[in-house]
């Protein structure tokens, strides 16, 4: 998720020739705008291979086992799954291979990115953001998260329709980004016109390296500005004066370790890595969101007793004993003392969610559940959610795999890989048919509770981060966030799919639901008992 690497084109593997029909679509270029067919090209060469790929995969991995010669548009490469021969691949970083991104990605994220970097300086810049996902840091931002938590569910519950899973988890991971990591206290419409502005750089990353003035790629570098811009302003101040608020941000914490380290960032690193937090923070873990809420209502029985484990540890409180608390002036603990400032947009936007008259007409639409502020403790205390989204990571993990280019021959499962060629990873399919996991075809939380721990045997098994020193650096946060986000549905919402269906789920480039994942949010009116509910309920 955060840093982690991007399987940008697994769908590519079929054979070359199932490219052609996709080049067809240049034919018909007069019908179409340049910018937008270059642009999507790649997208487009996805889309015409998706259907066939998965099937492809594993019946040449039938015939021919985890590792196996097939062809990137005529170049050769080496599909590997199995924990084994992923361990030998991500442990050999700078040594046997090193990552592989596409030109147009490398440009528009800029040099001075933590995924543009190789060897000593590759060190030195992970040593360097380390710092903004200690546990320090992740301590710090858990208040902040949890407002902008709230106040997405408070949006969400408001509409008068169902909402777009997906669509919705892509904005509460951009504000997430925005707010809490790079701390910009901007306007709602400051916002939006920046989570625009970034969905533009985001569907224009992986266009082809082609810099004309409507080409995506140029698209891309001049989304790229205006957030640069954006971010100019607060890092320059930054720069000037030393922090004089209580809260640090990521700015706050690369500043300080670089200066720990006898290291000057420049303004043009700042902007770059900030953009990078983004992107890295943006798309996976709103994927892995959408996958997690699409689990709990799939399995009703995982929902019960995820929330019956909050309500053990006193985290699934009564609003009206909140609202009275907070109505007469008492403190109800340090955090939210200290955090009075965040919340104050918090509070505007669900204020009449909160604190009501038992009377009020408006009472369906808010919530008689209050979740108090989280630690580090707190969540670390509950077990059974944090057998739930490792499976969730296991089963859907948002990142199909990753791409790696050989620096120098070397044997894998009694192959000679020579130099110079691609390796394709596959973390899907190494989660699918590793043998420490019983069943893997189904989805089940328990593998991961103590007494089981299926992963322990091979930690290779397991690898939704990655692995080796490309191993994704904000890990830690992006467990946070789920966790949260699951913490504040399950105490505070009840969940119904719009749908008679649930949708197929589509993972080129990154999991995400085919149509997308429509759900009705409506706070819960009841007590904190409830009754089982249908498996299109959470």
Not at 137 to 163: F, N, R
Not at 182 to 188: I, Q, S, V
Request: charged share 25%.
């Amino acid at each position: 998720m955060f840093g982690h690497d991007i399987c940008l084109v697994s769908a590519l593997l079929a054979a070359a020739g199932a490219v052609l029909p996709a080049l067809l679509l240049l034919v018909v270029s007069r019908l179409l705008s340049w910018g937008g067919l270059i642009a999507a090209l790649p997208a487009l060469i996805h889309a015409r291979l998706h259907g066939c790929g998965s099937s492809f995969h594993i019946s040449r991995r039938e015939n021919h086992g985890n590792v196996f010669k097939t062809h990137l548009l005529g170049k050769p490469l080496i599909r590997v799954t199995g924990a084994e021969n992923i361990r030998k691949i991500l442990l050999g970083e700078h040594t046997l291979v090193c990552t592989q991104w596409p030109q147009s990605t490398r440009i528009i994220l800029g040099p001075n990115t933590l995924v543009n970097s190789v060897g000593d300086l590759h060190k030195r810049k992970r040593k360097i953001l380390a710092k903004v996902f200690s546990r320090g840091a992740l301590e710090a931002y858990l208040t902040h998260l949890q407002d902008v938590v709230k106040s997405e569910i408070a949006k969400w519950c408001a509409e008068t329709g169902s909402v777009d899973v997906y669509t919705a988890a892509k904005s509460l991971t951009f504000r997430i980004a925005v707010r809490v990591l790079l701390g910009l206290h901007l306007e709602e419409q400051q916002i939006t016109s920046l989570s625009k502005t970034f969905e533009q750089l985001m569907n224009n990353l992986f266009s082809l390296p082609i810099d004309t003035p409507i080409s995506g790629l140029r698209k891309g570098i001049r989304a790229r500005e205006i957030l640069h811009s954006a971010m100019e302003k607060i890092i320059e101040e930054k720069l000037k004066k030393q922090q004089t608020s209580d809260y640090c941000d990521a700015f706050d914490y690369m500043l300080s370790s670089a200066k720990e380290d006898d290291y000057e960032l420049t303004v043009q690193e700042l902007k770059e890595t900030a953009v990078e937090l983004i992107f890295a923070a943006h798309s996976t873990t709103a994927s892995a969101s959408t996958s997690l809420i699409l689990q709990l209502l799939r399995h009703p029985d995982v929902s019960e007793r995820t929330r019956a484990e909050l309500e053990s540890e006193g985290l699934i409180g009564d609003v009206h004993g909140y609202c009275r608390s907070r109505c007469h002036g008492n403190v109800i603990s340090e955090e939210s003392d200290a955090a009075e400032k965040s919340t104050s947009e918090w509070t505007s936007a669900i204020n009449k969610t909160m604190c009501f008259e038992a009377g009020d007409k408006e009472e369906g639409r808010r919530s008689r559940t209050h979740v108090p502020y989280l630690s580090l403790e707190k969540l670390n205390q509950l077990s059974y959610l944090d057998c739930v989204v490792r499976e969730v990571l296991r089963f859907l993990p948002p990142v199909s795999g990753g791409y790696r280019t050989v620096l120098q021959t070397f044997e894998l499962n009694g192959y000679q890989i020579p130099k110079g060629w691609s390796i394709m990873y596959s973390i899907r399919d190494t989660h699918e048919t590793a043998e420490a996991y019983q069943n893997p075809e189904l989805f089940d939380p328990d593998r991961f509770c103590a007494d089981r721990n299926e992963s322990k045997t091979d930690r290779f098994s397991y690898v939704p981060f990655g692995g080796g020193v490309r191993r994704c650096i904000g890990r830690e946060l992006a467990l946070i966030v789920l966790k949260t986000l699951a913490v504040e549905l399950l105490a505070t919402v009840d969940c119904t799919l719009a749908t008679e269906t649930y949708p197929r789920m589509q993972t080129v480039p990154i999991v995400h639901p085919v149509n997308g994942l429509h759900v009705f949010f409506n706070y819960r009116t009841h007590g904190v008992e409830r009754n089982r509910r249908e498996s299109t309920h959470i």
